[in-house]
């Protein structure tokens, strides 16, 4: 997985910022002009690099986003780039629905920045510090925590999953047992760069795959390529799909929105032993209950990492494989797991590591309990301000080509939400909107199948 990865990012070394490339000097075409396309064809558009004094650019690499939309509609799709790898790119935009049409190519990164993003992940795991908090007979004392310390600052310990064989470390704080660690914080970054008819298609269901692009925008709808995705608006279309269930949310904080939504937008269930509102409590475990609809949900966090700054109470913190594993299934239970933004600073290969461990929880699962539905949500983009190599979309993108490749045939629901924020301009890391109903209806649509 690394090493296809790895394949995709140009060796090229950052020099001057004139010799980088141009969105503004690059030049973008259709490859074979119509006056008119028909519903179902591709319109292919070329785009030919130049560098900031005018220079054809010889080689690819160039992080770009495409988008086709017509604005009137609530109609968007992405397209799928081909990269020839000297310079020039091909898009391919499938042509859904009847109308005009834009084309929006975005250059988020040039080649040279990509290249500088990889390398930076890479040279380290101090891109962000992380500090445990010990506490014993009403003392506390603080120390380094992390995926990779060397010892050579002291003892340290190890909290070891034995089963996934993850593990990070903490050097012991001195007069503190290992197992009295108790709180963990973020607390430091360090910067490495200054009228459509369609063939009929079937509901959504887990196992489908996703294709890419996997789904286009039209009158602010999300029109899967692969399957007709169900419309989930008020409280009675989601009761109609949970009533009964137990439904397990295990993720960050765009999951979290889920529960939001179900206690505070809908109000299909209520909190239980939470009396707080909106983002407060960030760090709780959160349950809530309709007693009368026997529902049950959940929301709890991936693990470690994460970041924040204040530190967090986290001795009940599981690997999302471990929660899983804890887990007895059944029809009547919905998993749904999220996770990236947490890990976009952090060596890629802890992600993937991370991924496929989940990916054999899942499947441990799918022996003990083969009816569980289990749905798998990708990243979305995030705010354009975020710094890059911390928290930068670039990262987020190799995490969803991560994650696509890790569940590929495996009987899971895909929400590709990286697929809907792009083709919706999503730059919120808490997708606000048509585009957060959306998310929400196709992983209903994959639960209650």
């Known amino acids: 997985m690394y090493h296809k990865l790895e394949a995709l990012i140009p060796n090229v070394t950052f020099r001057h910022f004139n010799t980088t490339t141009s969105g503004r000097r690059s030049t973008a075409f259709q490859v074979t002009p119509q006056e008119t396309y028909c519903v179902g064809e591709d319109l292919v558009v070329q785009v030919d690099t130049f560098d900031h004094l005018g220079d054809r650019k010889t080689y690819g690499g160039d992080f770009i986003r495409p988008r086709l939309f017509s604005g009137d509609l609530g109609a968007a799709v992405t397209g799928v780039v081909k990269d020839f790898n000297n310079g020039s790119y091909q898009v391919h935009f499938p042509l859904y629905w009847a109308g005009k049409v834009h084309v929006h190519i975005l250059l988020f990164h040039p080649s040279e920045a990509v290249a500088a993003l990889w390398r930076a992940r890479l040279s380290g795991q101090d891109t962000a510090g992380y500090e445990g908090q010990f506490e014993k007979l009403g003392k506390n004392a603080t120390s380094h925590c992390g995926f990779d310390l060397d010892g050579a600052d002291g003892e340290l310990c190890e909290y070891k999953d034995l089963l996934d064989e993850e593990a990070y470390y903490c050097y012991k704080a001195p007069g503190f047992p290992c197992e009295s660690l108790l709180n963990m914080r973020v607390y430091e970054f360090n910067q490495f760069l200054t009228n459509v008819t369609e063939d009929p298609k079937p509901k959504c269901q887990p196992g489908m795959g996703s294709p890419l692009p996997s789904g286009y925008f039209y009158r602010n709808i999300w029109n899967p390529t692969y399957c007709n995705m169900t419309s989930y608006k008020t409280g009675e279309d989601f009761m109609r799909c949970l009533q009964g269930k137990k439904l397990y949310l295990i993720g960050d904080s765009t999951l979290r929105q889920f529960m939001m939504h179900f206690t505070e937008g809908i109000k299909i269930a209520n909190y239980f032993g939470y009396h707080g509102r909106g983002w407060s409590g960030w760090d709780r475990t959160l349950e809530a209950i309709n007693f009368s609809k026997d529902l049950y949900i959940s929301y709890k966090r991936h693990g470690f990492p994460l970041q924040n700054p204040d530190f967090y109470y986290f001795k009940e913190d599981l690997y999302t494989s471990r929660q899983i594993d804890r887990c007895a299934g059944g029809k009547d239970t919905v998993i749904i797991v999220s996770l990236g933004h947490h890990f976009r600073h952090l060596p890629v290969k802890v992600f993937i590591k991370r991924a496929f461990n989940i990916r054999r ?84 649509s994959f639960a209650c199948s």
């Open 361 to 444: 929880a899942v499947e441990r699962l799918f022996i003990r309990s083969p009816d569980t539905k289990v749905i798998i949500k990708t990243e979305n983009t995030r705010e354009m301000g975020a710094r890059p190599e911390i928290q930068g979309d670039f990262h987020g993108y190799t995490h969803y080509l991560v994650l696509r490749e890790v569940f590929q045939g495996v009987n899971v629901g895909f929400i590709d939400a990286w697929d809907m924020t792009v083709a919706s301009a999503t730059a919120v890391v808490h997708v606000p909107g048509h585009t957060f109903e959306n998310i929400m209806s196709l992983a209903f």
